[in-house]
């Protein structure tokens, strides 16, 4: 999911409950449990090399996309755990802890609004994809196009919008690891140490079993995640006084003033001023979330059309878990939570593992946490194999080596995957992370740009290759100087924030959605002189209208021969 932040509203704790001292000890019986299952999941991401015997790893189709042969279950394992990420464990509630209704609980319209748009149009997608062994958005648009500058523009996008998302798992890592009291030493050695064996195991079973492993980790991963929320939401209101103290206390806290700003801390219901904010928040979010390499990537994994579908319509249950969740930083908020970090800092990104280890046993709070690990290893994985599909096929293959064998693009795609975690560590390690939602911001900002090249792309060819591009360079020149200029006021850092005021309308908006209307207009401007006035010439398309309708079973699903601008098959 992608969260994101108002302007004005700082990741601070208010001065009531932020006390003077870092918690000191380490849970000894959470970590054990923690690392019992972190063992346990380990282990199953190196047995998925086995699992279902693949002839071979030395693939892209079966090191990438698990063979093209996941069905109902196993897709909606797998992009349960690639979309509802630790983002959803750490970042959600703290948002609603810190800010209240508009940074947070957007997020569960956004996620109701999303799901009607994977129905329609990933199933055209998976169709194309499977018909010319595309294994990357970028493989389509180049197909579709017969530009290579808008593919490399869209790999590209998708490979750097792919960085700070991964970095953000790795923060939800980090956090289960400061609460149970460890990483803290006073260098920065000892202070990551423990992140970086996450990082280190991460990346080996990865690059042993690609995609296979994050689709047995989510089996684990999901069945933790429902038990801990079911138990969380019916228990712990309880322990504090019952939902409607819990609301009455978030109501109490939104309205105080924050003495850093001199403004309430947040919005416990959004009023007429925030409707764009929330509204342009909700919609950017939920076209931008399947433009991520990651999540077409478990789309392409699929075996059938009507895989992609069905899981459209049972997804939603993962909403009605997300808004529990999201409430639990209300809950945080009636029980006088105190989320502060090792190095005595309030940290409100801590609030949910501290929430668990204040009320839980120590036994239940470890295995609430393994649930958080848990739940970044597993879109992290998904996460660094799609961007390093990106990176083989769209810039490897298409610009250094163009004749590299189906086992050269599936080596490099897994040494890719390590270097993409190493630079998603360096996000974690030199980027400010009191307000871990921040991480995301920019990736939605970049990616939303991608939309007309890809979605536009899988309906009609009248928008001009090179007014594609143009459109996607100004929509991400706009949204980054924009978002760059977002200061936060306590820290005084850029990129403080997601939202801004919206060009002509004057109403404070989420950025991606300005900049994609940008885009949209110099595109449809840029199409009118290229077409009719300039008559540039068009690129070939190397698909037809029945692409766009094959399903497993169908011959039409076959591979077709390489075409002039077509990638290798990988199989």
Same mark, same amino acid.
């Given at each position: 999911?992608?969260?994101v932040l108002a302007p004005g509203l700082v990741p601070a704790l208010s001065p009531a409950v932020a006390p003077a001292a870092a918690p000191e000890g380490v849970n000894g019986v959470a970590l054990a449990v923690l690392i019992f299952f972190f063992v346990v999941v380990a282990a199953a991401g190196f047995w998925a090399a086995r699992w279902r015997r693949p002839q071979s790893m030395e693939s892209l189709e079966e090191w990438g996309l698990g063979g093209r042969s996941f069905g109902t279950w196993i897709t909606w394992f797998l992009l349960g755990g690639d979309l509802y990420t630790a983002y959803t464990f750490v970042a959600v509630p703290a948002a609603m802890f810190?800010?209240?209704?508009?940074?947070?609980?957007?997020?569960?319209?956004?996620?109701?609004?999303?799901?009607? #748009?994977?129905?329609?149009?990933?199933?055209?997608?998976?169709?194309?994809?499977?018909?010319?062994?595309?294994?990357?958005?970028?493989?389509?648009?180049?197909?579709?196009?017969?530009?290579?500058?808008?593919?490399?523009?869209?790999?590209?996008?998708?490979?750097?919008?792919?960085?700070?998302?991964?970095?953000?798992?790795?923060?939800?890592?980090?956090?289960?690891?400061?609460?149970?009291?460890?990483?803290?030493?006073?260098?920065?050695?000892?202070?990551?140490?423990?992140?970086?064996?996450?990082?280190?195991?991460?990346?080996?079973?990865?690059?042993?079993?690609?995609?296979?492993?994050?689709?047995?980790?989510?089996?684990?991963?999901?069945?933790?995640?429902?038990?801990?929320?079911?138990?969380?939401?019916?228990?712990?209101?309880?322990?504090?006084?019952?939902?409607?103290?819990?609301?009455?206390?978030?109501?109490?806290?939104?309205?105080?003033?924050?003495?850093?700003?001199?403004?309430?801390?947040?919005?416990?219901?959004?009023?007429?001023?925030?409707?764009?904010?929330?509204?342009?928040?909700?919609?950017?979010?939920?076209?931008?979330?399947?433009?991520?390499?990651?999540?077409?990537?478990?789309?392409?994994?699929?075996?059938?059309?009507?895989?992609?579908?069905?899981?459209?319509?049972?997804?939603?249950?993962?909403?009605?878990?997300?808004?529990?969740?999201?409430?639990?930083?209300?809950?945080?908020?009636?029980?006088?939570?105190?989320?502060?970090?090792?190095?005595?800092?309030?940290?409100?990104?801590?609030?949910?593992?501290?929430?668990?280890?204040?009320?839980?046993?120590?036994?239940?709070?470890?295995?609430?946490?393994?649930?958080?690990?848990?739940?970044?290893?597993?879109?992290?994985?998904?996460?660094? #194999?799609?961007?390093?599909?990106?990176?083989?096929?769209?810039?490897?293959?298409?610009?250094?080596?163009?004749?590299?064998?189906?086992?050269?693009?599936?080596?490099?795609?897994?040494?890719?995957?390590?270097?993409?975690?190493?630079?998603?560590? #360096?996000?974690?390690?030199?980027?400010?992370?009191?307000?871990?939602?921040?991480?995301?911001?920019?990736?939605?900002?970049?990616?939303?740009?991608?939309?007309?090249?890809?979605?536009?792309?899988?309906?009609?060819?009248?928008?001009?290759?090179?007014?594609?591009?143009?459109?996607?360079?100004?929509?991400?020149?706009?949204?980054?100087?924009?978002?760059?200029?977002?200061?936060?006021?306590?820290?005084?850092?850029?990129?403080?924030?997601?939202?801004?005021?919206?060009?002509?309308?004057?109403?404070?908006?989420?950025?991606?959605?300005?900049?994609?209307?940008?885009?949209?207009?110099?595109?449809?401007?840029?199409?009118?002189?290229?077409?009719?006035?300039?008559?540039?010439?068009?690129?070939?398309?190397?698909?037809?209208?029945?692409?766009?309708?094959?399903?497993?079973?169908?011959?039409?699903?076959?591979?077709?021969?390489?075409?002039?601008?077509?990638?290798?098959?990988?199989?």
């Amino acid at each position: 999911m992608a969260p994101v932040l108002a302007p004005g509203l700082v990741p601070a704790l208010s001065p009531a409950v932020a006390p003077a001292a870092a918690p000191e000890g380490v849970n000894g019986v959470a970590l054990a449990v923690l690392i019992f299952f972190f063992v346990v999941v380990a282990a199953a991401g190196f047995w998925a090399a086995r699992w279902r015997r693949p002839q071979s790893m030395e693939s892209l189709e079966e090191w990438g996309l698990g063979g093209r042969s996941f069905g109902t279950w196993i897709t909606w394992f797998l992009l349960g755990g690639d979309l509802y990420t630790a983002y959803t464990f750490v970042a959600v509630p703290a948002a609603m802890f810190a800010f209240g209704a508009v940074n947070g609980f957007f997020a569960v319209p956004y996620t109701i609004v999303l799901y009607p #748009i994977i129905f329609v149009f990933m199933s055209r997608l998976w169709s194309v994809s499977h018909r010319h062994g595309y294994v990357t958005p970028a493989d389509f648009v180049q197909g579709r196009s017969g530009s290579r500058g808008l593919s490399l523009a869209v790999a590209v996008t998708g490979f750097l919008a792919t960085m700070p998302y991964i970095a953000l798992q790795l923060v939800g890592i980090q956090a289960v690891l400061e609460v149970v009291g460890i990483g803290g030493g006073g260098n920065w050695v000892a202070k990551d140490l423990p992140l970086f064996i996450a990082f280190l195991v991460l990346a080996l079973y990865t690059y042993t079993s690609g995609l296979r492993a994050p689709a047995i980790i989510a089996f684990v991963k999901d069945i933790l995640i429902y038990l801990v929320i079911i138990v969380a939401v019916i228990y712990l209101p309880s322990k504090v006084g019952g939902w409607s103290h819990v609301f009455d206390a978030a109501k109490e806290k939104m309205a105080t003033t924050n003495p850093a700003t001199g403004k309430a801390n947040g919005v416990f219901i959004p009023a007429s001023a925030q409707y764009w904010a929330y509204g342009t928040l909700a919609l950017g979010s939920a076209m931008a979330l399947f433009m991520y390499p990651h999540s077409i990537t478990a789309t392409l994994s699929a075996k059938s059309r009507n895989t992609i579908r069905k899981n459209a319509s049972i997804l939603p249950a993962y909403s009605f878990l997300l808004g529990l969740l999201a409430l639990l930083g209300w809950v945080a908020i009636a029980a006088g939570t105190k989320p502060i970090g090792l190095d005595g800092k309030p940290n409100a990104q801590l609030v949910v593992p501290q929430l668990f280890e204040d009320f839980f046993p120590s036994w239940f709070a470890g295995v609430a946490f393994a649930a958080i690990a848990i739940g970044a290893l597993v879109p992290a994985a998904i996460m660094s #194999i799609a961007a390093a599909n990106t990176f083989t096929r769209n810039i490897y293959k298409a610009w250094i080596r163009p004749d590299a064998t189906v086992q050269q693009e599936a080596k490099v795609s897994k040494l890719t995957s390590l270097v993409v975690k190493g630079f998603a560590l #360096i996000f974690v390690l030199t980027l400010d992370k009191s307000n871990a939602i921040n991480f995301q911001l920019l990736g939605g900002i970049w990616i939303l740009q991608t939309f007309p090249a890809v979605v536009f792309y899988l309906y009609t060819r009248w928008f001009h290759r090179w007014a594609l591009l143009a459109g996607w360079a100004v929509g991400m020149v706009y949204g980054t100087i924009t978002a760059y200029n977002v200061v936060n006021p306590a820290t005084k850092a850029n990129f403080g924030g997601s939202v801004a005021s919206i060009p002509v309308i004057g109403q404070m908006g989420y950025i991606a959605v300005t900049a994609f209307a940008i885009n949209l207009v110099v595109a449809a401007v840029g199409t009118l002189v290229l077409r009719y006035a300039v008559k540039a010439p068009e690129g070939k398309d190397e698909t037809i209208p029945a692409d766009y309708f094959a399903d497993a079973g169908d011959p039409r699903v076959e591979k077709l021969q390489v075409g002039p601008h077509e990638m290798t098959p990988s199989a």
